[in-house]
């Protein structure tokens, strides 16, 4: 049973990877991009809930026209200097207008959260042994964000032009 930060909240994950549950019996199932694309026909008339599982080199645009289907995508970092997944995030939330939701996995820290959150990731598969009770501190240690991002916080110039209006 995983367990997995979403929404700032510690959960039992619902969803499974394909390599858990080769055959589907979950109603939540997770499938690596490759095997999206190859079976995407097939995938598409099963009636349970799809996610996507990105890597750092998967083109996130090829999923464009699937969000009528995807509503979760997983984008994974390889390791503490994999920084694709940022852009892929943003591109997902901002360009393609993805609302489902968006899962960092793979070599994720506490570190990491408040950066991720501000790219548009509202779930968040800790590596394993991270603690998940002291990383949802993460979130709270900046009060103040400078430049524009998905998660709206408000920076000090923006706050100041509020107040003045």
Known sequence: MRRLIKQREIVVDEWRYADEDPQGRSRALILPFARWKAER?????????????????????ELEHDFL???????????IG????????????????????LRAVGYVQREQLFYLARCG?????????EDLEAALSAFDEFSVAYQPAVDLVVSPTRRHSLAQA
Do not use: H, M, N
Not at 69 to 79: D, K, T
Not at 121 to 129: C, N, Q, S
């Open 41 to 61: 026909e097939q995938w598409w008339l099963w009636d349970g809930r799809l996610g996507v599982r990105l890597g750092p080199t998967d083109p996130v645009a």
């Open 121 to 129: 990731f509202d779930a968040f598969e800790l590596r394993e042994g």
């Open 69 to 79: 289907r995807i509503s979760l995508v997983a984008i994974e970092f390889g390791s």
């Open 82 to 101: 994999e920084g694709r997944g940022y852009s892929q995030a943003q591109i997902l939330r901002r360009r393609f207008k993805f609302t489902g939701e």
